[in-house]
């Protein structure tokens, strides 16, 4: 079985909300939003961790065609890269509380990264969709439909 798709959407919705409660909170200024970024942040830097790892577990186990390696090698750089920039983004965000230095030039520096990290997230995603939903890459085929056994509106009761 396959970690890397169970994995990969909850990073995906956690990093995602998380930057979004940044922004939220860099508007509106309301306390909760920072709050739930911060638990969210955490969780799911440790999500895109897990992801990187149980995608290149997942690219050992399943077969590529030559016509995809490459596709499959962007996926697999874009989601490295992401790891690392939500690692940095959150460390920045750790450190930046840590010193207070929020209402500094670094504040502008850390959303920033947000933005660029929420991007590259996306661009990850849509990479890994394509893989899946386009190319099949992953999925188990299914066996061939019995034609000659009755639909479940031929079948009488």
Excluded: C
């Excluded at 186990?61 to 596709?71: F, H, K, M, R």
């Excluded at 920045?92 to 929020?102: M, N, S, Y």
């Excluded at 959303?111 to 939903?133: K, S």
């Excluded at 066996?143 to 056994?149: F, I, Q, R, S, V």
Aim: glycine share 8%; hydrophobic share 50%.
């Amino acid at each position: 079985m396959l970690l890397h798709p169970l994995i990969v959407h909850f990073a995906i919705a956690l990093l995602s909300v998380a930057v979004i409660s940044d922004l939220l909170f860099l508007v509106t200024k309301k306390n909760d939003f920072w709050q739930i970024s911060n638990f969210l942040l955490i969780l799911g830097t440790i999500g895109a961790i897990a992801a990187v790892l149980t995608g290149i577990q997942a690219q050992k186990q399943i077969s590529i065609s030559p016509d995809l390696e490459g596709l499959v090698r962007s996926h697999e750089n874009s989601g490295k890269l992401t790891m690392w920039i939500f690692i940095t983004y959150t460390g920045l965000r750790l450190i930046l509380q840590k010193l207070k230095l929020f209402d500094t030039v670094w504040k502008w520096v850390y959303y920033i990264t947000g933005i660029v990290a929420l991007t590259l997230l996306f661009r990850t995603g849509l990479l890994g969709g394509e893989l899946v939903y386009i190319h099949g890459i992953g999925i188990e085929k299914s066996a061939e439909p019995d034609l000659k056994k009755p639909s479940f509106n031929e079948q009488k009761f």
